[in-house]
């Protein structure tokens, strides 16, 4: 993906992060949803929202071409959450991730996102599998993982702090190494 192309929905825009949406971060990084479900990531300053952007979304782009995206509203531009592929060290494929702020959960914005995502990661990343790591208690990220194909393959123990999640595949199934 070009520095400067994006993602357009009937109702989204689907665009690289850049520090000035470091005020988003803070606040989406510590929505209740986000802390259950993903984790804290001790995001609570602009500074420390450069920082994680420097350190994960911008650093994948340029590493892999590819990375989490800004989610805004197509009619005026308001970011509302962000979806898009990782590569983890310890996952064979690259996986895909969402998250959306509490007032915009519920209302097919997530469904929309990952849409995209998933159409471009076909026909211009041509990433022919995919995974996903979800908490088993997540049943709105499960659901939707299954509404594009994402089947469980297994549970696995992941990241430093050894949790116990879900592994969904969408594509041809190979185990981990």
Request: glycine fraction near 8%; include cysteine.
């Amino acid at each position: 993906m070009s520095e400067r192309k994006e993602l357009v929905t009937s109702r989204l825009v689907l665009a690289r992060f850049v520090h000035e949406d470091a005020a988003f971060i803070v606040t989406l990084l510590n929505s209740p949803g986000w802390l259950k479900y993903i984790g804290d990531r001790h995001v609570h300053t602009p500074t420390d929202a450069v920082a994680y952007l420097d350190q994960g979304p911008m650093k994948s782009y340029r590493e892999n071409g590819f990375g989490l995206l800004r989610v805004s509203l197509r009619e005026n531009g308001q970011p509302i959450g962000m979806c898009g592929l990782l590569k983890r060290p310890d996952l064979d494929t690259p996986d895909i991730g969402f998250a959306f702020l509490p007032d915009f959960e519920g209302k097919g914005y997530a469904s929309e996102a990952v849409a995209a995502v998933l159409e471009h990661a076909r026909t211009e990343w041509h990433l022919p599998r995919l995974s996903a790591i979800v908490q088993a208690n997540n049943t709105r990220s499960i659901t939707l993982l299954k509404k594009f194909g994402f089947a469980l393959e297994r549970q696995i123990i992941y990241g430093p702090k050894q949790e116990l999640l879900d592994l969904y595949r969408l594509g041809n199934s190979r185990s981990e190494n």
